[in-house]
C-alpha cells in the first residue's frame, strides 16, 4: 500500500466531453481556476490539455498552453504542471479502402517531434510520452518507435520529466526498453491508463501484472474511466501507486450528479485517508519524481 499519495487531476482532456457536462473547462482561464481549485482541493499534479476558445475541440495551439501555465502561475498556486505532448497521434481511416481514400476528417497526424512545441517554449514539470499506437475507441491513435525515441530523447536533453502513459503491457514493454538504451532517466514515472477501448480493461489483475512489469523503483500511477474512477482510486492505492481523478476520464460525481474537478479531488482525498494513507503535497511529490523544486 502506498501511504503517501500523489492526486493529479487531469482538467479536460481531448475528448467529446464539453457538450456533456458544463463544468469542462475550454477557455485558458477557464482551465487556469479550475487547475487552481483542483490543487486547492489536494491535487499534487495537475495535467493539462488545452481546447480552442470558440468551439472547445482539443488544440495543440502552443499560445494556448502558455495562456493556461501564466495563469496559474499568476494566482501563485503551488502545483505541479504536467503538459500533455499526446496531441497529434489522431489517424482516422476510411474502413473498406484506407489507402485509397487516405485520412478522414478527424485526423490529427504530426510527427514525434511536432508534438513538442509547446513543451520546448514552456519547459513544464512534467509532459506525457504515450508509449505506443493503439486502436483508440473507433480510431487510431499513432506512436512509432521511431517517433517514441525521438520524442524521448528530446524531452530528456530539455530537462523535463516525462510521464510515460501506458495503455497496454506491450507500451510497457517499450518504455522499459527506452530506459535501457539511454532515453529515460531515473525517477521513471509511469501512468497506467486503465479502460480505454481497446486498451488495457479495469481490472484488477491486469493492473497487478502491469505493475509487476514496471522497473526498480518507478513512480506510478493508474487509473480508470467513468463509474471506474474512484474504486480505481482505492485500487491503485492498495497496489502502491499514485492515483489521477478528474473531467477528462469521468463527469459524474455520483449517478445522475455532474462533478467538477475539485469535487472529484476531494473525493479522491477522501478515499485516500479513509484507507489510512496521507495526500502528498507538491514538494513531495517534486521529490519523488526528480523535479526541479519549487521555482
Known sequence: MNDEVIITCALTGAGDTVRRSP?????????????????????AVVHIHVRDPETGDPSRDPKLYAEV?????????????????GMGGDLVLDPDQPLEKGARPGTDLVGGLDRLPHVEDLLPDICTLDCGSLNFGDNLYISTPEMLRKGAKR????????????F????????????AEGLLDDPTV???????????????GVLQSMVNMLPENAEWASFALGRM??????????????????LEDNLYLSKGVKATNAQLVERAVTITESLGAK????DQARARMGLKPRA
Open 69 to 85: 501555465v501564466e495563469r496559474i502561475k499568476e494566482t501563485g498556486t503551488d502545483v505541479v504542471i504536467n503538459l500533455t505532448a
Open 155 to 166: 524531452i530528456q536533453e530539455l530537462g523535463v520529466r516525462p510521464e510515460l502513459e501506458i
Open 190 to 204: 509511469f501512468q497506467l491508463c486503465m479502460d480505454i477501448p481497446w486498451g488495457a480493461p479495469a481490472d484488477p
Open 168 to 179: 497496454d503491457t506491450g507500451q510497457l514493454w517499450f518504455a522499459k526498453q527506452l530506459r
Open 279 to 282: 495526500v502528498a503535497t507538491p
Open 23 to 43: 463544468h469542462v473547462p475550454v477557455t485558458p482561464e477557464q482551465i487556469a481556476t479550475s487547475a487552481v481549485q483542483a490543487a486547492e482541493a489536494g491535487a
Open 229 to 246: 474512477q474512484m474504486p480505481w482510486v482505492a485500487q491503485s492505492i492498495l497496489l502502491g501507486g499514485n492515483v489521477r481523478v478528474g
